[in-house]
């Protein structure tokens, strides 16, 4: 149970590391699409402040999509076959930050009534599935970590 809990936070950290980055990268790289300069140093600060400022909400919403989508993902694995198991894994993660973040968006319009795309870079379909990548990377290094169940395990 202990090496379960330990690969979901590590899985977890490693995702929300990632996404925050992607989310920071996508926003500058609109940037600079628009002309600005945005040099090396910028850049660095920009994704330290992102992942200060924005990690431990990011870290937070997706440990509550992992802890849906992965048991998900284990009990699909465990119909379908082990053959299966890191795909699934890989696209529940991916999944849940797709999820979380038109969640997050149809939040802001529906209850706050806000027009605002509170996370930016989620704003299209190519921000969304670059986010994507990093809850897949995450889904993925869970399933390296965590060990399948078997039937002799239940």
Do not use: C, Q
């Not at 431990?56 to 998900?72: E, S, V």
Request: glycine residues 12%.
């Amino acid at each position: 149970m202990i090496r379960v809990i330990l690969s979901y936070f590590l899985a977890l950290t490693v995702g929300a590391v990632i996404v925050s980055i992607a989310n920071t990268h996508i926003v500058l790289e609109g940037l600079v699409g628009a002309g600005a300069d945005i040099p090396t140093h910028v850049r660095v600060d920009a994704i330290g402040r992102d992942l200060v400022g924005f990690g431990p909400t990011l870290f937070i919403l997706l440990a509550i999509g992992f802890a849906i989508a992965f048991p998900i993902a284990g009990w699909l694995a465990r119909l379908l076959g082990d053959g299966w198991r890191r795909i699934g894994f890989a696209l529940a993660g991916a999944a849940a930050v797709f999820t979380l973040i038109n969640a997050i968006t149809v939040y802001y319009g529906a209850v706050l009534e806000s027009t605002i795309t509170p996370v930016a870079s989620g704003r299209d379909v190519t921000g969304l599935l670059v986010l994507s990548i990093g809850g897949a990377a995450a889904g993925l290094l869970f399933a390296f970590l965590k060990p399948a169940r078997t039937a002799e395990h239940g």
